[in-house]
């Protein structure tokens, strides 16, 4: 007697039982129904487009073999997909099984997909015929208060441009990566809060890549694997933060990897940002890695003194305060490595001023900012400079100060110049100040003496050597 589709899909399905993991199962052949047997052909339905592609993915060589056991060689599977599930009658589309993965095939031929509009989702506000997305933005982060700077440009006007056309340049994606605290964050944020101020209309989401893995496995814990990969697929802009947080999720980055072929090839936008360059980034699939070095990598650095003085002017304009020039400037000097920590030692330094009612000077700063500046670099002082200088020459400390012209106290004096201004972040004036009220020319010249011996004289350029070691060990 003839077998019914239902008969023989369920023979297959035992079979598929014994080769997956139970979870795998339960999200990917569960929700599948037979819908017909036609000679060899058996035709299965599908939830959406993208079932389809990870079946075609993941599981064609055993759903090949488990078809060809039930239907003998000439045994094929074909795939019946449910494209538009809130029409009356849903939309389906035929789709052979092939081996080829869904990739390739999905790059050679033109699917008519009308997006799912009927998707559940937490995100979306209900009772709105409109789909309407919360973007998840915080509103603090825009260009405006992005302090352009070298250390930024590229990457500010490439995000510059995204926002005005998204989708419609070639930074697509438009990878932004630097190291913690560089800003990335705000950057991304801000292309994505410029984009609904210009085109209200667009769907955009902001997801921090570990939020999307926890949401992944959500959906699988819950069976709504669909739900979440419609959600995603139906944007005009993703904005994925720390994209290195895939590292080692495979599953994860699988999921992903769909949904940005699909958005890459509908001509949405994408935006992402990372602590490396994507050559660099390890725990990655190649051919994810691959996808975001399509568009442009735009790289942070650390901003320069300059930036640093802006962006703390620009964050106490916006909080309403007012510390004076050489606090900003004795803060933006010393914690030069990440603007995240800078505007934390502006912070705690208010909040110490305020505790204790007392002004903000430049020595109440110095006070505060030991703990945050022991944390990144040790600060050298000339007095330090000074004393380990004259201790190896063997002079009086105070000598250096004085006006002599001895030749020992001499060379005491311009080395301990020279250290300084390679060492310390004083400037040249400070310099000669601090050396017995001389002026920045003389401090020039000490410089340029002492590069020159330590080109033209071994014995000298062995002295200079000892005391940067010693200066090291600070
Ligand atoms: P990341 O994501 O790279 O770790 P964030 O974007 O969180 O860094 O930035 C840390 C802090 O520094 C934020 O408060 C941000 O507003 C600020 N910041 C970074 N770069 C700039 C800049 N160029 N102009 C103004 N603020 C900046
Ligand atoms: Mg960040």
């Known amino acids: 007697m003839e077998k019914t589709c239902t008969e023989v899909w369920k023979s297959c399905l035992q079979i ?16 599948i129904s037979a819908l017909k047997l036609d000679g060899n052909v058996l035709t299965i339905q599908v939830p959406s487009l993208f079932f389809y592609e990870w079946l075609e993915e993941h599981y064609v060589g055993l759903l090949r073999k488990t078809v060809k056991k039930q239907l003998g060689e000439e045994g094929r599977l074909e795939y019946n997909i449910v494209v538009d599930k ?39 506000i209900p009772g709105l015929k409109k789909l309407t997305v919360d973007p998840q933005l915080n ?27 998204p989708g419609g340049t070639s930074f697509n994606p438009l990878m932004i990566y630097g190291g913690v605290g560089l800003g990335k964050t705000h950057l991304a944020q801000a292309i994505g809060n410029e984009i609904k101020r210009n085109l209200p209309d667009k769907l955009v989401i902001y997801v921090s890549c570990e939020k999307f893995c926890q949401q992944f496995v ?44 699909h ?37 942070l650095q650390i901003p320069d003194l300059e930036t640093r003085i802006a962006i703390l002017r620009k964050k106490m304009y916006a909080d309403g305060i007012e ?38 000077d430049l020595n109440l700063a110095k006070q505060m900012l030991k703990n945050f500046i022991k944390n990144t670099s040790k600060e050298i002082s000339m007095e330090y400079i000074q004393k380990l200088v004259c201790e190896y020459f063997e002079v009086p400390v105070d000598m ?13 004096r311009q080395i301990s110049m020279y250290l300084s201004k390679s060492h310390t972040k004083s400037s040249l004036k400070t310099i000669g100040a601090f ?29 200079v050597h000892d005391i940067q070691k010693k200066l090291k060990m600070t």
């Open 16 to 31: 598929i039982k014994d080769n997956i993991p139970g979870q795998s199962f339960k999200t990917w052949f569960e929700p």
């Open 86 to 124: 809130s029409s009356k009658s849903p939309y389906t589309t035929n789709m052979p099984s092939n081996g080829n993965g869904a990739e390739a095939k999905f790059q050679s031929m033109p699917i008519p997909v009308s997006i799912n509009k009927d998707i559940r989702n937490p995100f979306i």
């Open 139 to 165: 509103p603090n982060y825009t260009f405006d208060n992005y302090i352009e700077g070298d250390c930024n440009r590229l990457a500010r006007s490439a995000g510059y441009a995204v926002a005005a056309k």
């Open 218 to 261: 959500d959906s699988l814990k819950n069976n709504t694997i669909n739900d979440f990969v419609n959600f995603y697929q139906a944007m005009d802009v993703i904005i994925m933060d720390d994209v290195h947080n895939f590292a080692g999720k495979e599953k994860t980055q699988d999921i992903f990897f769909h949904i940005f072929n």
């Open 263 to 299: 958005l890459h090839q509908s001509g949405k936008q994408v935006i992402l940002s990372s602590d490396k360059a994507p050559k660099d980034l390890a725990g990655l699939e190649e051919r994810l890695l691959s996808r975001f070095k399509w568009g442009l990598s735009a790289d």
């Open 323 to 360: 510390l004076p020039n050489e606090v900003v400037e004795y803060v933006a000097h010393n914690i030069d490595n990440n603007v995240r920590e800078l505007e934390g030692a502006m912070v705690s330094l208010l909040a110490h001023s305020t505790l204790n009612k007392k002004d903000i």
């Open 400 to 412: 250096v100060k004085s006006p002599t012209r001895k030749r020992e106290i001499v060379q005491a």
């Open 435 to 463: 050396f017995g009220g001389r002026d920045h020319s003389t401090v020039i010249y000490a410089c340029q003496t002492v590069e020159d011996l330590i080109d033209t004289d071994k014995n000298f350029k062995g002295y």
